[in-house]
């Protein structure tokens, strides 16, 4: 990983992105959904399947930063890998007390009715890189330090989880060394020591021009099994990197060479990935620089739907503004929360009050973009928990753009504080079939109000 320059703070990436995507839509509906999300910088993706959601961990670049200036982790979870929920940071770096800093690239996984999420920090009594493992009954969370210290510290980073149909857990992490070592039962201990995989050429690659590193291996492993075969996707050659991987056998190798899956794309030095199947198809995560002031420090998280090759291989993928198609529908009949968006202008979050996020910092003209949802016959009505301790104004809801055929325009109401909720409805006249939601924020000057949720009825 080396220096890059950079920056810009949040309010001006809202705008950039907000002129952006008004730039991009003029012309047709074709819109942009990778980045995945927009309000905030987030890195290093670590997919996660559970009850038929998607659950994302990622890490969170700080706004302006000019290094891996990283203090907490965030949760996304998406059921159609297009309009994804913010979730908030459940794990940060008090949640070690024996950390310092760098909340860098983790993983969680599932096993026995908890989550375990591991992450490397820096040691505050060391110094050095550790692997810290935070526990939840929930994908979700809060998590809480499953034991109080380091699962392993040996000044290396980058943890990947792997359980295999046997029930041996691996952890596999390490930059510039590649390590693993076998996880018990518990997930939070480990038997033996950790073990060095062997860096061979024919395993990993050949890097030309670094003496020290002569294979292409860098960073970030992703580890799993797929039809009997064992992949190892990591973050190739530095810098810049790109993604490559290799296959094996058996859990601990031996480890051949497959070559590049993403070839070194989108104005961040670094990248990261993160794979999974879901609902027959799958997918590949990843970062990039592609938000407005986004870059080596200030990156993104994206996704691409891909097939393997016949012999269990990867096909080429590249970065797109696409992402991933939608799967089904949304349906608007339930209540959905606010803060699942498919793309955001504009917009913040925070916890709410009533539980889960809120959106805020609405101004006038910002907007959410809720994609594919299914009005069906007909929507009579619409219905809104909001809060403003403001000016309040509208909901407008328009079809398939932010400039869009209005639907329906719900009033709302200063209630004295920006957590203090009530419920607003207006009526909906024409929003019939499947189309883009588009909800623009519309009033005065200044921060307008909160949403918590919203129902169509
Ligand atoms: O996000 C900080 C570090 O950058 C990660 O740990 C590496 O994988 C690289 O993405």
């Not at 994302?56 to 949760?75: A, I």
């Not at 498919?342 to 910002?366: K, Q, R, V």
């Not at 407008?396 to 607003?424: A, F």
Request: glycine letters at 12%.
């Amino acid at each position: 990983m080396k220096l890059a320059p950079r920056l810009a703070p949040r309010h001006a990436i809202a705008a950039m992105v907000s002129l952006l995507c008004i730039a991009t839509l003029l012309p047709a509906v074709a819109r942009a959904d990778n980045p995945i999300v927009q309000h905030i910088y987030t890195a290093d993706p670590a997919p996660l399947v559970h009850n038929g959601r998607v659950y994302l961990y990622t890490g969170h670049d700080e706004d302006g930063s000019t290094w891996f200036t990283m203090k907490e982790w965030r949760v996304w979870s998406s059921a159609d890998m297009v309009n994804w929920t913010d979730h908030g940071s459940p794990l940060n770096l008090a949640t070690f007390s024996w950390a310092k800093s760098d909340a860098w690239a983790g993983q969680a996984v599932y096993r026995n009715g908890k989550f375990y999420w591991y992450v490397p920090v820096t040691s505050r009594a060391t110094g050095r890189y550790a692997i810290g493992v935070a526990v939840s009954d929930s994908p979700t969370g809060p998590f809480r330090d499953a034991i109080g210290r380091p699962l392993v510290e040996n000044g290396e980073i980058d943890p990947s989880v792997f359980i295999d149909d046997n029930g041996q857990a691996y952890l596999y992490w390490g930059n510039p060394n590649l390590w693993y070592l076998r996880l018990n039962a518990d997930m939070i201990s480990y038997s033996g020591g950790p073990t060095q995989i062997p860096l061979t050429t024919a395993g990993f690659g050949t890097r030309t021009g670094d003496p020290n590193r002569p294979t292409l291996y860098e960073e970030g492993p992703w580890v799993y099994k797929r039809n009997g075969l064992y992949y190892n996707v990591f973050a190739a050659k530095c810098c810049s990197e790109f993604i490559a991987y290799s296959t094996a056998p058996g859990p601990t190798g031996p480890w051949t060479y497959r070559g590049t899956i993403m070839p070194t794309q989108g104005s961040s030095f670094t990248n990261h990935p993160g794979v999974i199947d879901f609902n027959g198809s799958s997918y590949f995560f990843y970062h990039n620089g592609a938000l407005p002031g986004g870059g080596g420090y200030t990156r993104s998280v994206a996704v691409e739907k891909f097939s393997y090759n016949a012999d269990g291989g990867f096909p080429t993928i590249n970065m797109t503004t696409t992402g991933a198609p939608q799967i089904g529908t949304l349906n608007p009949y339930v209540r959905q929360e606010a803060e699942t968006i498919a793309w955001g202008s504009g917009i913040e979050t925070e916890p709410s009050s009533e539980g889960g996020m809120n959106i805020g910092w609405l101004a006038n003209g910002d907007w959410i973009k809720v994609k594919g949802v299914a009005f069906g016959a007909g929507a009579a009505s619409f219905s809104a928990r909001v809060a403003s301790a403001g000016s309040g104004g509208a909901i407008e809801l328009r079809l398939d753009s932010p400039t869009g055929t209005v639907v329906g325009n719900c009033n709302v109401p200063v209630t004295g504080g920006w957590q203090t909720w009530t419920s607003v409805s207006c009526p909906v006249n024409g929003a019939t079939g499947t189309h883009d939601l588009y909800l623009k924020f519309t009033g005065g000057s200044g921060n307008l109000f909160n949403v918590n949720w919203w129902q169509f009825n």
